[in-house]
């Protein structure tokens, strides 16, 4: 079975009838980018950038984020690297932060909400993609979006960072910028929030433990965490649907991408792309080329 998949590498993840998918790779640092490659991966779907905030004692500066996204974007050459602004709060903690205990983790403060709150951290994250944005094909995706104040106040915040780089005459590229959807609210508006933003990628774990009210870490819920549930796979196709209706396109980068049960129904409702772990990435290749 392993010889078999390694046969498909180089090979197009085309079904029968010739619909053709992106499949790119989840990644959470930079040791995983070659896994990637390896794996023959399209691009990087998800580069979960808090694994540099983590497991330290105080932020990671601009020239470090600048040096580690070069890096990688320097690896996968012409391939598509998303990376993902800081997702941190809720299962992801770093004590100096200072997030302190919260009744409701899940529901509380993490992720674009710390990066709205507190612009400095957002800001020096920004500047270092910007920047990083030349030496390869990045975009940028940010994480729990909400509402359309959500992404005014973060175009501003890029307007204000681009304006800057300007002015310091730093070499810089505004790449290509996406969200995550991952609230059922973010569903539900996906059509005014596909005019603001260039693609989507469907965070099916956030996704689910919101649409059924179901903690993802709970592991005495794990009967009913349930993501084949059809109100999970209709938010999915309501969203995949509003992309196209304003002409961006759609992925999936939850573990849900993987399921191979659901990929054909993927395909019909006209998922662009999916994202899944470097191990899954010729798994998923192979079950593609079997679907009509
Ligand atoms: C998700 O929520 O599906 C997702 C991809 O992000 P994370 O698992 O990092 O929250
Ligand atoms: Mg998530």
Redesign the pocket.
């Known amino acids: 079975r392993a010889a078999l998949l390694q046969e498909l590498k180089g090979k197009e993840n085309r079904t029968r009838s010739g619909r053709t998918v992106n499949v790119y790779a ?1 990644i959470g640092g930079v040791g995983d980018v070659g896994y990637a490659l390896e794996n023959d991966a399209g691009g990087i779907g ?1 580069f ?1 950038s ?1 694994f540099l905030y983590i497991g330290r004692n105080d932020f990671p500066g601009e020239e470090e984020q600048f040096q580690t996204y070069m890096h990688v974007l320097r690896m996968m050459g012409e391939k598509k690297v998303i990376i ?1 602004t800081l ?1 941190i709060g ?3 903690q770093a004590d100096y932060l200072g997030l302190g205990r919260e009744e409701n983790p899940a529901l509380g403060y993490r992720a674009i909400r710390i990066c709205l709150k507190q612009p400095e951290i957002f800001r020096t994250q920004l500047r270092a993609l910007l920047r990083a944005a030349v030496y390869g094909n990045l975009s940028i995706m940010y ?1 729990m979006i909400i509402s359309v104040g959500e992404m005014q106040q973060i175009a501003a915040i890029v307007r204000q960072v681009q304006e800057e780089l300007e002015a310091e005459q730093i070499p810089y590229k505004v790449p290509e910028q996406g969200i ?1 959807i ?1 609230t059922p609210a973010a569903v539900m508006i996906s059509d005014e929030l596909a005019e603001l933003t260039d693609f989507f ?9 919101y649409t059924l009210a179901i903690d ?1 870490q709970n592991a005495r819920l794990d009967d009913f965490y349930d993501p084949h549930h059809p109100a999970v796979l209709k938010m999915i196709r309501m969203t995949v649907e509003s992309a196209h209706r304003h002409g961006k396109w759609a992925g999936i ?4 991408g993987a399921d191979l049960e659901l990929t054909e129904e993927f395909i019909k409702m006209g998922v662009d792309e999916l994202s899944v772990s470097p191990a899954m990435v010729l798994e998923l290749r192979r079950r593609i080329r079997e679907i009509e």
């Open positions: 989840n998800l979960r808090e993902r997702d809720a299962d992801k994480p995550m991952e990628s469907i965070g099916t774990n956030d996704l689910t433990q993802r980068c939850g573990e849900l």
